[in-house]
């Protein structure tokens, strides 16, 4: 099944600059519909009330941290199907081990290209 | 004298003098024997100041030295000038970096957005463009001399607190756990790595594979 493009995309970082590089290189994939959020606590309020089709998360964000969001999704009847994809510094084994047994579907380290996180889309959303 | 001899010597004059009665011993002798107490007291306290004025000296010496090391640390230079100096610095590179950053992304943006007709007059926006960009990537000179004095105020710092340490032979208490630390622990909140990423792209790649 194709990818819907116009799906919304949450994305999740504390650095504004970092965002609008997401929403950039997502756009140049064909994601139209990308919203935002600073930190783990505004992003699940954001996921509670609407439906998006992806997350991507920083890790490291106060007062909730991307690892807690990702805890919180996966918990949770209405989100836990949501693909969730972590792009982050954090790049020690625990960390990307932590985040893979708390339900992530792929993982990106900080800094990464256009190529990485298009690679990474198409292994959690498929072909696009 | 050392202090148990003098003791000794007391206490043989005291047995000798309990032992045969002092009424009954020539007066020269009890003077004598007076005499022989009186001096092994004088070398007993006399030794005993000695050592107590040695203590109190070297006391004195390590306060001293204690004080000179305090006051070569330059506690309040580094609180009132080069802690706030280098917090300064470090604002402005942030800043700068910000703007920088903020130029250098609106430029690439605007291009992105553009449809081109007219290839001459794209070509024309985009050297332009360019040469923004080149100008906003100046920022990296300022901030890399802001950098290197905030190195060396923390270089100052270290070898003022090394030195101190030293000196004084401080060695570290056990520190209790801050909330803050403990929270960083419970969720993994390391920070990027130094020198690349520690774990690279592809060996977390095979890790969902």
């Given amino acids: 099944m194709a990818v819907d493009l116009s799906m919304p995309v949450l994305v999740v970082d504390d650095y504004q600059t970092m965002i609008r590089i997401i929403r950039n290189l ?61 792009v982050t510094a954090e790049s020690k084994t625990e960390n990307v081990i932590a985040a893979k047994k708390a339900g992530v579907n792929n993982y990106i380290v900080k800094p990464f290209n256009a190529e990485t996180l298009k690679g990474k889309l198409k292994a959690v959303l498929g072909e696009f | 004298m050392a202090a148990a001899e003098a003791a000794i010597k007391i206490r043989s004059a005291m047995e000798q003098l309990k032992a045969t009665g002092v009424r009954e011993r020539p007066l020269v002798e009890v003077l004598s024997l007076s005499h ?64 920088a950053t903020e130029s250098i992304m609106a430029e690439a943006e605007g291009l992105m957005a553009k449809e081109p007709t007219d290839l001459a007059a ?37 070898e003022r607190v090394t030195k101190f340490a030293s000196a004084l032979g401080v060695t570290d208490a056990a520190s209790q756990e801050s909330a803050e630390d403990a929270r960083k622990r419970e969720l993994l909140l390391n920070g990027p790595a130094q020198n690349g990423p520690a774990t690279s792209q592809d060996d977390i790649d095979a890790l969902f594979a």
């Avoid at chain 1, 919203?35 to 909730?64: C, R, T, Y």
């Avoid at chain 2, 100041?49 to 006391?59: A, M, N, Q, R, T």
């Fill in chain 1, 26 to 86: 997502l756009n140049q994939l064909g994601f139209k519909n990308i919203e935002e959020a600073k930190d783990g606590k505004q992003a699940l309020e954001k996921l509670n009330g609407g439906k998006f089709g992806l997350v991507i998360s920083d890790w490291n964000m106060e007062p909730m941290t991307g690892y807690e969001l990702l805890q919180q999704v996966r918990a949770s009847d209405k989100l836990k199907a949501t693909p969730f994809i972590m």
């Fill in chain 2, 36 to 99: 022989q107490m009186a001096d092994a007291m004088t070398a007993f306290f006399g030794s005993l100041d000695k050592s107590i004025i040695g203590e109190f000296k070297y006391l004195a010496d390590f306060i001293q030295k204690a004080r000179d090391e305090i006051s070569g640390l330059q506690a309040n230079d580094i609180k009132d000038t080069r802690l706030p100096g280098a917090s300064v610095e470090l604002d402005a590179v942030v800043r700068d970096t910000e703007k």
């Fill in chain 2, 122 to 158: 794209y070509k024309a926006e985009v050297d332009a463009a360019m040469m923004r960009i080149f100008e906003a990537c100046s920022f990296q000179d300022l901030t890399g001399q802001r950098v290197t004095k905030v190195i060396s105020t923390l270089r100052h710092i270290e």
